[in-house]
């Protein structure tokens, strides 16, 4: 298996040369002593991971250098994972490093075994960003219309979005506020035969229940108090193309059966109408509430989720979207940042980290609503923790112990490991950097299932 390359940058031969052969056995090492060099290096070679000391020449003693370095670097390879080596007095300056775009940063004297494990952690979080865009580049994941996702939840969503849109019956969307249901609902319209009619939506719970009846089945003139002219209900108004009965768990039980009746036999009855209006239309349902629960409290009719629901799709939460976040996240950056013409390359490492750990309870709504507001308000090149305005790793933690902490954090990473490796355990023990027989007692005792 072909060794990560590992760019050390340092104007101190003898420790470039030290580093070298404690590392070769693991990576494939390249050195240089100043900016032209590591640039050089760095074209021709495309290394993952840099080390470097910001004290370069011509002026090794300050660090203007080292910056200059690390960001034409950064502009080079967007995607390196930089590491700056630093004494501990000069703390402020890899802070500074870390704000303009660094991984992390290492204290001299150098402890190689310490610093190979900073080493693979950045290497796997290198390859992690590799393998997304190199999904990125291909159709699946950006091919279903506005809907951007990587991981492997999401392509089976789009498989499952494909197969419908060749199909006409009802479909019931379900998930957690802010995943996409609605645009998973166009996206199997735009893909049907039914594409070129309209696509209308009527939000259940947005409506009073007085008025809902008229905007879903239409009246008739002088059917009531002020109705003054004759009035297409919705499911009129989609004829030959889709209605999406958006969440359909706020419909009442009388609206319930009024609607199971339309979708028997495709008749409409207007308010005050004496004779029905055949509608050709596909209904498409979106829920965020159990209704097979709602159905055993009494809240909704059992035949008609059976009606609604001869597909049912169930769209992950973003937080169980392994390695979407930070997907999303720079497509949103890219998006936001031209649309309003700000100069913002990308993410400190502290937001990267902040992103992953944050929990997302408003889901890619959420996420788009942070990250656009960030590039309005930030000030700086890449957005920081406090520009998202998510919690930091600390807050994920409070009120636990730190063994309680240490164990929550273990389970995290051995489960986004066994995700990204399809349960191999073999595959996630190397990629956590431990011994299969390490990650079966890990396993056993936090009681993480493999699959």
Same mark, same amino acid.
């Given at each position: 298996?072909?060794?990560?390359?590992?760019?050390?940058?340092?104007?101190?031969?003898? /420790?470039?040369?030290?580093?070298?052969?404690?590392?070769?056995?693991?990576?494939?090492?390249?050195?240089?002593?100043?900016?032209?060099?590591?640039?050089?290096?760095?074209?021709?070679?495309?290394?993952?991971?840099?080390?470097?000391?910001?004290?370069?020449?011509?002026?090794?003693?300050?660090?203007?250098?080292?910056? #200059?370095?690390?960001?034409? /670097?950064?502009?080079?390879?967007?995607?390196?994972?930089?590491?700056?080596?630093?004494?501990?007095?000069?703390?402020?300056?890899?802070?500074?490093?870390?704000?303009?775009?660094?991984?992390?940063?290492?204290?001299?004297?150098?402890?190689?075994?310490?610093?190979?494990?900073?080493?693979?952690?950045?290497?796997?979080?290198?390859?992690?960003?590799?393998?997304? #865009?190199?999904?990125?580049?291909?159709?699946?994941?950006?091919?279903?219309?506005?809907?951007?996702?990587?991981?492997?939840?999401?392509?089976?969503?789009?498989?499952?979005?494909?197969?419908?849109?060749?199909?006409?019956?009802?479909?019931?969307?379900?998930?957690?506020?802010?995943?996409?249901?609605?645009?998973?609902?166009?996206?199997?319209?735009?893909?049907?035969? #039914?594409?070129?009619?309209?696509?209308?939506? /009527?939000?259940?719970?947005?409506?009073?229940?007085?008025?809902?009846?008229?905007?879903?089945?239409?009246?008739?003139?002088?059917?009531?108090?002020?109705?003054?002219?004759?009035?297409?209900?919705?499911?009129?108004?989609?004829?030959?193309?889709?209605?999406?009965?958006?969440?359909?768990?706020?419909?009442?039980?009388?609206?319930?059966?009024?609607?199971?009746?339309?979708?028997?036999?495709?008749?409409? +009855?207007?308010?005050?109408?004496?004779?029905?209006?055949?509608?050709?239309?596909?209904?498409?349902?979106?829920?965020?509430?159990?209704?097979?629960?709602?159905?055993?409290?009494?809240?909704?009719?059992?035949?008609?989720?059976?009606?609604?629901?001869?597909?049912?799709?169930?769209?992950?939460?973003?937080?169980?979207?392994?390695?979407?976040?930070?997907?999303?996240?720079?497509?949103?950056?890219?998006?936001?940042?031209?649309?309003?013409?700000?100069?913002?390359?990308?993410?400190?490492?502290?937001?990267?980290?902040?992103?992953?750990?944050?929990? +997302?309870?408003?889901?890619?709504?959420?996420?788009?609503?942070?990250?656009?507001?960030?590039?309005?308000?930030?000030?700086?090149?890449?957005?920081?923790?406090?520009?998202?305005?998510?919690?930091?790793?600390?807050?994920?933690?409070?009120?636990?112990? *730190?063994?309680?902490?240490?164990?929550?954090?273990?389970?995290?990473?051995?489960?986004?490991?066994?995700?990204?490796?399809?349960?191999?355990?073999?595959?996630?023990?190397?990629?956590?950097?431990?011994?299969?027989?390490? *990650?079966?007692?890990?396993?056993?005792?936090?009681?993480?299932? #493999?699959?």
């Amino acid at each position: 298996m072909e060794k990560p390359k590992l760019l050390i940058v340092d104007d101190d031969e003898a /420790i470039r040369l030290q580093l070298k052969w404690a590392l070769a056995e693991d990576f494939t090492v390249f050195l240089a002593g100043d900016r032209p060099q590591a640039l050089e290096v760095l074209k021709a070679e495309q290394p993952g991971v840099v080390t470097l000391d910001l004290g370069l020449p011509p002026h090794p003693q300050a660090v203007e250098e080292g910056f #200059r370095t690390l960001s034409e /670097i950064l502009q080079q390879v967007d995607a390196a994972r930089v590491i700056i080596i630093t004494g501990r007095a000069e703390k402020a300056h890899a802070l500074e490093a870390i704000g303009q775009g660094a991984y992390d940063f290492f204290y001299k004297p150098i402890q190689v075994d310490e610093l190979k494990v900073v080493l693979r952690r950045a290497f796997q979080v290198y390859r992690l960003e590799q393998e997304y #865009r190199a999904l990125q580049r291909q159709s699946s994941p950006v091919a279903v219309e506005e809907i951007l996702g990587a991981s492997p939840k999401m392509q089976q969503v789009f498989a499952t979005l494909r197969k419908l849109a060749t199909t006409d019956v009802p479909v019931l969307i379900m998930g957690e506020s802010g995943t996409g249901k609605e645009l998973v609902a166009r996206a199997i319209h735009r893909q049907s035969a #039914r594409k070129d009619g309209p696509f209308i939506v /009527i939000n259940c719970s947005a409506i009073p229940e007085t008025l809902l009846e008229s905007e879903l089945f239409g009246y008739e003139k002088g059917a009531f108090t002020g109705a003054h002219i004759q009035q297409k209900g919705r499911l009129e108004s989609a004829q030959g193309g889709t209605l999406l009965l958006d969440e359909i768990g706020e419909l009442s039980l009388t609206l319930q059966v009024k609607l199971l009746r339309f979708l028997q036999d495709h008749q409409v +009855w207007r308010i005050g109408g004496r004779q029905p209006i055949g509608v050709d239309v596909r209904v498409i349902a979106a829920t965020n509430v159990d209704l097979k629960q709602a159905g055993l409290k009494g809240s909704f009719r059992e035949d008609l989720y059976y009606r609604l629901g001869v597909v049912t799709m169930a769209l992950p939460p973003l937080r169980e979207r392994d390695g979407d976040i930070l997907f999303l996240a720079k497509a949103l950056l890219q998006r936001y940042a031209a649309e309003h013409q700000k100069r913002i390359v990308g993410f400190t490492q502290q937001a990267l980290r902040a992103l992953e750990i944050y929990r +997302w309870p408003g889901n890619v709504r959420e996420l788009e609503n942070k990250i656009k507001r960030a590039v309005i308000m930030a000030e700086g090149p890449r957005l920081t923790p406090d520009d998202l305005e998510v919690a930091g790793p600390s807050d994920r933690y409070g009120g636990l112990s *730190l063994r309680a902490a240490r164990e929550a954090l273990e389970r995290e990473l051995i489960q986004r490991a066994l995700a990204r490796h399809n349960g191999n355990i073999a595959r996630a023990a190397r990629d956590l950097g431990i011994s299969r027989p390490a *990650l079966y007692e890990l396993l056993e005792k936090l009681g993480v299932a #493999r699959a």
